[in-house]
């Protein structure tokens, strides 16, 4: 049975009884929910990335956030500030009853997390995660929604029990890697903070009118093909105003867009960035300056676009969804 309680959003084969071990074999890698022996008792049968069929002994609670790793994945460890998606299914501790879970859908958008940003226990436990995983953990209402942030009506309280079963589908970097490079003439100036975070200073002169693409960090990573759905972080800003107008760091995620124009697809992006995006490598940080005839067609730009301006993105490519 799939249930959703209200205003409750979680934006190979393996069956049998699954065993828990530590969360990765990355001994370099310090996992923020610490292993524990309440959430082994959860067993999940199913296929990976399906919906499990999760039963546990209850009440099944734990005094903080415990995880265990029920299956062990052999693809990446997702360290630190790097990018997890995953699907996952939330019970209530005290009856084993579902309260919610993604979608379980190839052609659904996964949830998305940082690893080890502190925004949830989702987030918690991306960190030395294992892409193939799934793993279970204890928890309560607050760790999974913070505290106070359900509505009365839905009856789950901040400090309910539950239990939660992720599937760690992939992981992306967490920003970008690789060589410096050169800045260029005419191209705004871009200083990185440590979470990755880029600081833009728009030159004291008039922006060029023909597209300008320029790499400041060269990643050697997959090719960028026109059609991909990359997963990037960028930031937009006017060139005019120096005003940033849209910021995928700001919202404390990454973004996922196919790397077409807009014209040719509604859920691809502007057509200067899907031109100058398409040949450049995973792990690349590249500042993009795209006069107005490459941006928005007139009267479709964003209120915080004014009409006739020049955009700058500076992005971040980490990487590729398969």
Request: proline share 9%; net charge negative; with cysteine.
């Amino acid at each position: 049975m799939r249930t959703s309680a209200p205003a409750i959003i979680l934006t190979a084969v393996v069956l049998g009884t699954l065993t828990a071990c530590a969360p990765s074999a990355d001994a370099a890698c310090a996992p923020v929910v610490p292993v524990g022996d309440q959430p082994s008792f959860v067993e999940a049968e199913g296929a990976l990335l399906s919906a499990p069929e999760v039963t546990f002994p209850t009440p099944l609670f734990s005094e903080t956030p415990e995880q265990a790793v029920l299956v062990q994945g052999d693809g990446e460890t997702v360290g630190p500030g790097e990018v997890m998606d995953f699907q996952a299914s939330l019970f209530q501790a005290e009856t084993g009853e579902l309260i919610t879970a993604s979608e379980y859908d190839e052609s659904a958008a996964p949830l998305r997390r940082t690893a080890g940003s502190g925004a949830d226990i989702f987030a918690d436990l991306a960190q030395c995660a294992e892409v193939g995983s799934r793993i279970a953990a204890t928890a309560t209402i607050a760790d999974v929604f913070g505290a106070g942030q359900l509505d009365p009506s839905t009856g789950l309280e901040d400090d309910l029990p539950v239990v939660l079963v992720i599937d760690v589908q992939a992981a992306y970097l967490g920003r970008a890697e690789g060589a410096p490079q050169l800045g260029a003439s005419g191209v705004p100036a871009v200083v990185t903070a440590p979470d990755g975070r880029p600081g833009v200073t728009i030159p004291d002169e008039e922006p060029s009118s023909e597209l300008i693409d320029h790499v400041l960090v060269l990643g050697d990573g997959e090719t960028v093909e026109a059609g991909d759905r990359a997963v990037l972080h960028y930031t937009g800003i006017v060139w005019e105003t120096g005003e940033v107008f849209d910021s995928s760091w700001e919202r404390g995620a990454a973004s996922t867009f196919p790397i077409v124009s807009f014209a040719d697809d509604p859920s691809g992006v502007v057509p200067g960035l899907a031109q100058a995006l398409t040949g450049k490598t995973v792990g690349s940080q590249v500042v993009v300056v795209i006069p107005p005839e490459l941006g928005y067609p007139e009267g479709q730009a964003p209120p915080a676009i004014p009409a006739g301006s020049t955009m700058v993105f500076v992005v971040d490519l980490l990487g590729i969804e398969e």
